[in-house]
Nanobody, 123 residues
Framework: VQLQASGGGQVQPGGSLRLSCAAS???????VAWFRQAPGKEREFVAA???????YYADAVKGRFTLSRDNAKNTVWLQMNSLKPEDTAIYYC???????????????????WGQGTQVTVSS
């Protein structure tokens, strides 16, 4: 399994970005998620597509971020709207085939990670 995240950049508060995660070696039974890590903070859950069924979001991004997935293209996107300075972080995509719903928000449950893409929200 290989994951490659892209699409990060710098944007003003209130702006939008769309991140992409190109995945190889996965199937629809994989959970694919986005996490982020701000300077000096622990990596935290953002959103996940649980085995291509339901999608879950962290409370901090609910209503602003949208995760979408296209298994035919092996790609997962994270559309981020109404960005805030506190959204500044390195964003990582992750995948794993063994997760249960109770574990999708836990960093160390994922075996496969992309390299991360920087998102900076600043005026």
């Amino acid at each position: 399994v290989q994951l490659q995240a892209s699409g990060g950049g710098q944007v003003q508060p209130g702006g939008s970005l769309r991140l992409s995660c190109a995945a190889s070696g996965i199937s629809s039974r994989y959970t694919v998620a986005w996490f982020r890590q701000a300077p000096g903070k622990e990596r935290e859950f953002v959103a996940a597509s649980f085995r291509n069924t339901n999608i879950y979001y962290a409370d901090a991004v609910k209503g602003r971020f949208t995760l979408s997935r296209d298994n035919a293209k092996n790609t997962v996107w994270l559309q981020m709207n109404s960005l805030k300075p506190e959204d500044t972080a390195i964003y990582y995509c992750a995948a794993d085939a063994r997760l249960t719903m109770s574990s999708i928000r836990i960093v160390n449950q994922y075996d496969y990670w992309g390299q991360g893409t920087q998102v900076t929200v600043s005026s």
